[in-house]
């Protein structure tokens, strides 16, 4: 009897241990930060509506299974989509994501405030930079904050995940839009 209890106190002892690390790592810096750039050999003009045209962002953006535009063109600040993500790590979970535009410069820069209600929230962009030859660099980043305990304990190890699957999409969208988008 005395030995299960030994080994009920020292694995209670590492479940804690775990948890705690977790919830420190959550707090480093970069936490919730996401970034990834990619060379696509078009100009921007070609690049510009895959990121900011609903049905085209479906074909890049994976998990995304509906993209909607909330509001009537033209697309500008205020502008806002509603996205469906179906994550197939969560046993195919929807999660509805709204976005809004909050600072766009056609073929440069794109800024939008995203948030899925409970989940989390934040921040992404697009810049497009003009490369020599007629290239155009397309840097994606994004901060995200987790609503939830739960989601911000597991920060650690979402973050990560996330970060894979933006350098696969960012993949296909250079992919895509170098093949004229077939």
């Given amino acids: 009897m005395k030995l299960l209890k030994t080994i009920a106190a020292l694995f209670g002892g590492l479940v804690v241990v775990a948890i705690a ?11 919730g930060h996401y970034e990834y750039a990619v060379d696509i050999n078009r100009p921007a003009a070609d690049v510009w509506p895959w990121i900011t045209e609903p049905e085209k962002q479906k074909k890049w953006i994976s998990w995304l299974s509906e993209a909607r535009t909330l509001t009537p063109d033209p697309f500008r600040v205020g502008s806002r989509e509603a996205w469906v993500m179906v994550d ?9 994501i709204d976005s809004e535009v ?22 992404a962009a697009y810049r497009l930079t003009p490369l020599p030859g007629g290239g155009t660099r397309v840097l994606n980043y994004g901060d995200y904050r987790y609503d939830q305990w739960f989601s911000r304990l597991l920060e650690p190890l979402v973050s990560p995940e996330a970060q894979k699957k933006l ?6 969208l250079k992919a895509l839009v170098e093949e004229g988008g077939r």
């Fill in 167 to 172: 350098k696969t999409d960012m993949g296909r």
């Fill in 88 to 96: 197939p790590g969560m046993n195919s979970q929807r999660i509805e």
């Fill in 21 to 31: 690390s977790l919830w420190i790592a959550g707090f480093r810096k970069g936490a």
């Fill in 102 to 123: 909050t600072s766009v410069v056609p073929n440069e820069r794109l800024e939008l405030r995203v948030a899925s209600r409970g989940m989390f929230s934040g921040d």
